[in-house]
Every structure is written in structure tokens, then in C-alpha cells.
């Protein structure tokens, strides 16, 4: 079993940063692929990013690439996503994800380990 927890939300202003952290214990993930995925109030949990096991291949969604970075450091086991240049349309519990693979996927269901999720909302 792998637990995942994030931490690193909060309340910022639009153009603010934020780096969240997702720390796993349990178990080691660094075979694994990790991923970040959202949910916004009224709507469904959208994917963010994903990093491969060793950290060299990322991929984003369309909507935050070139503003989030996705990273990871296999000796603390933990993952995280910088949050740079925030909108007020990137605001939702961010979730932490650990797919027992090493193929990079955008879908939920590849995953099979979920953290608790980390408020993030940005005012304007």
C-alpha cells in the first residue's frame, strides 16, 4: 500500500506562486509514475501532469503548460508541482496520484493511488 499526502495549498492572488509537495510513505514510488490531477467546484477531477519514474519525460495539460512544473526527488519520495503564474480559473483541490506503472497516462483510472487533495484558490 502506498499513502499519499499533499500539502503546500492556500489562498494567493492571481500571478502569485505556489509549490505543492506530495509525500509518500508506505512504500517507495520512485518506479512509478506520479501524477497531479484537479477538481474545480461543479466540475470533474482534470488531469494536470504526470512525471515518468526517473524524472525526464513530463507532460502537462494544455491549460497549465508553460505556467506548472511537475518534478520529482526519488530519495525523499515525495513529488511536486510548482504553480507559477496563477489564474483564478486554476482554483481546486489539487490531488496527488501514483500509477503502480511506468507508463505516463492522463487518465484516472490508470491510477491507483490517491492522496486526500490540497485547497488551492487564487482571487483576482
Known amino acids: 500500500q502506498v499513502q499519499l499526502v499533499e500539502t503546500g495549498g492556500g489562498v494567493v492572488q492571481t500571478g502569485d506562486s505556489l509549490r505543492l509537495s506530495c509525500a509518500a510513505s508506505?512504500?517507495?514510488?520512485?518506479?512509478?509514475?506520479m501524477a497531479w490531477f484537479r477538481q474545480a467546484p461543479g466540475n470533474e477531477r482534470e488531469f494536470v501532469a504526470v512525471i515518468n519514474w526517473s524524472g525526464s519525460v513530463t507532460y502537462y495539460a494544455d491549460s497549465v503548460k508553460g505556467r506548472f512544473t511537475i518534478s520529482r526527488d526519488n530519495a525523499k519520495n515525495t513529488v511536486y508541482l510548482q504553480l507559477s503564474s496563477l489564474k483564478p480559473e486554476d482554483t481546486a483541490v489539487y490531488y496527488c496520484?501514483?500509477?503502480?506503472?511506468?507508463?505516463?497516462?492522463?487518465?484516472?483510472?490508470?491510477?491507483?493511488?490517491w492522496g486526500q487533495g490540497t485547497q488551492v484558490t487564487v482571487s483576482s
Open positions: 508506505g512504500r517507495t514510488v520512485s518506479a512509478y509514475a
Open positions: 496520484a501514483a500509477a503502480i506503472t511506468t507508463l505516463l497516462s492522463t487518465r484516472e483510472s490508470r491510477y491507483s493511488y
